[in-house]
């Protein structure tokens, strides 16, 4: 059974009632959205992603029987539904809730993979027809050595010496460079939880060895801080939020908000284009 993680702070969370606000209901109604909304998106946006999601989706979701748009543009401003620099919306901090799901999918599949993989080797290995044996007598065999005439003609020929581990494994794919600084990134990174999302956000940055070195240098200052230190590392954000975020400039402290991670303060006047994020809400589905 899918099941999602909820923190006991979520009912006295100054975002819950920002929207609340918004939408004029009660804190305990606008949780209840939430929650819906989050049960949902468990099999409906597995990873977090919103792409092709229209407000009237979210709205039916969250069981919601107000505006769609109005409901949408709410969760948005209240940093509950984050709009990334190329306008995709995503469910914001998507792994902290689904994460045991979302690993356990993932293990699900690699298990699946390795027992497809052991079965086909398996398969490549059944032993074919017996190779023809020298039946000759025993005398005509003594006289050339024990050896046959094909074994005799290979000899005069030449053996092919078998390549070496080392050789075989020569032509392996190298990794990148973008790919190696991220293992190094992930190694330094003291949280880890959300490796796929760490490393999407690391291709979007696709740092240079300059900026790749100011971050671990960062990453190393940031560790021996207050805040990191709190609580057993609690107030440390995960590496996709600190990387979206460009906290490396930030020096020895990360803002509070990177823990938060997004409250944006925009007016409900500013409006928004839906074609940017959602497709058009003309969807009954």
């Not at 990794?175 to 760490?198: C, H, L, M, N």
Request: net charge negative; hydrophobic share 35%.
């Amino acid at each position: 059974m899918a099941w999602l993680q909820v923190h006991q702070t979520l009912k006295d969370h100054r975002k819950l009632f920002d929207a609340a606000d918004e939408l004029e209901i009660t804190p305990p109604h606008m949780m209840g959205l939430l929650v819906s909304f989050w049960l949902w998106a468990l099999d409906n946006a597995p990873k977090g992603d919103l792409a092709g999601i229209t407000p009237r989706m979210i709205a039916r979701a969250a069981q919601w029987d107000g505006d769609p748009e109005k409901l949408a543009e709410t969760l948005i401003r209240a940093g509950w539904i984050d709009e990334n620099e190329d306008g995709a919306l995503e469910i914001h901090d998507w792994y902290e809730y689904a994460g045991k799901l979302i690993d356990q999918r993932q293990a699900e599949k690699e298990r699946s993979a390795r027992r497809r993989a052991a079965a086909a080797s398996s398969a490549d290995d059944t032993p074919g027809d017996p190779a023809p044996t020298d039946e000759r007598p025993a005398a005509d065999q003594k006289a050339t050595g024990g050896k046959s005439r094909v074994d005799q003609s290979r000899v005069k020929k030449g053996s092919v010496t078998p390549p070496t581990p080392s050789d075989e494994g020569s032509g392996a794919a190298k990794k990148s460079a973008i790919e190696t600084r991220f293992d190094e990134f992930w190694s330094a990174y003291p949280k880890k939880v959300g490796k796929q999302y760490a490393l999407k956000a690391w291709n979007k940055i696709r740092p240079t060895a300059e900026l790749h070195e100011a971050i671990m240098q960062a990453i190393g200052t940031q560790k021996r801080s207050e805040q990191w230190r709190r609580e057993n590392g609690r107030f440390i954000p995960n590496p996709a939020t600190w990387l979206n975020g460009g906290y490396w400039e930030n020096g020895e402290e990360v803002s509070a908000d990177a823990v938060d991670q997004r409250d944006p303060q925009h007016g409900p006047e500013t409006g928004r284009d839906w074609g940017k994020g959602f497709k058009p809400a003309d969807d009954d589905e």
